[in-house]
């Protein structure tokens, strides 16, 4: 999978009672954004399944990234729908957790996610991209896959790739500027 997009966020919190609703946010999400849930790393339950895919696919979700478990995947890969998870299990949320709020900051694998941040994902997994640091991530960016260019091309014409590395100051464009 691979996704691109502005993330919709939603926290989920312990279930009350009565439970509250697991996914009836997935109308107001738009075509291009990306479903980011804060279940706050639960193993023990799921809060995306079968319909929550199927709607998001239908409606031009770019894709789900979530902080627990997911269920029914069978059904995201038949679609080709983007969905990331730490893990997946047949254990329904329903009736255990609730959403509690949409479109606030939230916390995924230990990452500030807010409405709004790039999301982009990829077969090694997802990153975030801060609306407010975007055009200088994206410059580096170029710097960095230009720099990797020239190394390759280096090492075609015999270069040592600790040469090539020093020469296209490859290890500070990778490292955090004070």
């Given at each position: 999978?691979?996704?691109c ?8 919190t ?8 697991v996914?009836?946010y997935i109308d107001d999400?738009?075509?291009?954004e ?9 193993e023990?339950?799921?809060?995306w ?16 990234v ?5 269920r ?6 038949e679609r ?5 998870s730490r ?15 949409v ?6 694998g ?9 999301l982009l ?15 200088d991530?994206l ?9 990797e ?5 280096a ?5 040592r ?8 100051r490859?290890?500070?464009?990778q490292?955090?500027?004070?």
């Open positions: 999978f691979r996704l997009g502005r993330a919709f966020t939603m926290h989920m312990p279930a009350e009672i009565p439970a509250g609703s996914g009836d999400v738009k075509p291009g990306v479903v980011v849930i804060d279940n706050h790393g639960r023990d339950m799921t809060v399944g079968d319909i929550l895919t199927f709607v998001a696919k239908k409606m031009g979700v770019e894709g789900t979530i902080d627990g478990h997911c029914d995947v069978h059904l995201a890969l080709e729908y983007p969905l990331y893990g997946w299990s047949m254990r329904t949320g329903k009736d255990r957790v609730q959403l509690d709020q479109n606030v900051p939230v916390s995924i230990g990452a500030r996610v807010e409405p709004g941040d790039i994902g990829d077969a090694d997994g997802v990153v975030c991209l801060p609306q407010a640091k975007v055009d991530i410059k580096i960016c170029v710097q960095i896959e230009e720099a260019e020239h190394i390759r091309a090492i075609d014409g015999g270069m790739l600790d040469e090539a590395r020093k020469e296209f490859y290890h500070q464009l490292s955090r500027e004070e």
